[in-house]
Structures are given as C-alpha cells and as structure tokens.
C-alpha cells in the first residue's frame, strides 16, 4: 500500500486501518452522548405536559381553562422547548464538535418511538375530546414521561457501550 509516495507494509496499513475505525467508534460515541441533564428534564416535562395541554385545546367546552388560554400555553410551551433545543444543541456541537445524531441509534427503538409518541400525545387528546375523561391525557402524560426518561437512559447505555 503507498501513502502520499510513501509504502507501507502489510502491518502499517492495518494498523492504519485500525486507527481510521478507532476514530470512526469514537465520532459514533461521541454522537450518541446523552443530552444534558438539564435538557433532558426540559424535554421529559415538555412530553409530560403536551397530552394535558393538547386535551385543553381539542376540550370541546372550557376544561379548566379557556380555549384561547390553552391554544396560548400550547404556543408558549412549545416556543419555550424550541429555543432551548436550539441553546442545548448549539452548546452540544460547541462541546463535542458534532451534532447530535439519530443515525447512530438503534433503529429498532428510535423508530418506534417516533412513531408512536405522537400517536400517544395526540391520541389522547382526541380520546378526551370523545370521552370527556382526563384520564386519557394523565396516563399519555405519565406514560409519555416514562417513554423520555427510558429513552434517555437506553441512550447513556449506548454511550457507555460505545465509549
């Protein structure tokens, strides 16, 4: 094998090799770091607070609150979880250098989950809306809120793995 007109032996090039797939793991790992704590507790009460806050919106009468109150909140909460998904990713790729990625996520858990949080969050509140029962925005929300904090941990265990 010859590098930039040097030849290498058979050793150095899979050597060389072995470095290129060390850096490879490493960029993986280092993209599939958790999010900081403070993020994460940010995004598990997003979640936990979406289902309720969506049941108020799509209540066919004023649950608790107004309509127009609960449109408001939905708005606020959602500005809120967007701004500080821009400083948490921002800060991310300053720290590590790369961005968070959802390509190195087993797609066995990631593609479930994003498909089925949104049915979970949303559902619930049409489930509210046919029922009038909360108790279809509690459970979405509590389960919801699992689902973040199994979701988190699943990804420092693949970190671990990785690193």
Do not use: C
């Amino acid at each position: 094998m010859e590098t930039n007109g040097v030849r290498l032996t058979p050793e150095q090039a899979r050597s060389a090799l072995a470095d290129t797939e060390h850096v490879r793991a490493s960029a993986a790992a280092l993209s599939a770091t958790p999010w900081p704590n403070w993020f994460f507790v940010t995004l598990t009460l997003y979640v936990a607070a979406l289902p309720i806050v969506y049941g108020g919106v799509l209540a066919d009468r004023d649950w608790l609150l107004p309509g127009p109150a609960w449109a408001g909140i939905m708005l606020a909460i959602t500005a809120v979880y967007g701004a500080l998904f821009t400083v948490a990713a921002r800060k991310w790729r300053d720290r590590t250098g790369v961005a968070l990625r959802w390509d190195v996520l087993p797609k066995r858990a990631s593609v479930p989950l994003a498909v089925g949080l949104p049915v979970l969050l949303v559902g619930a509140g049409f489930g509210f809306r046919a029922t009038g029962r909360p108790v279809w925005l509690i459970a979405a929300s509590v389960i919801g809120a699992a689902v973040s904090v199994g979701f988190h941990l699943a990804f420092v265990r693949l970190h671990r793995k990785t690193a």
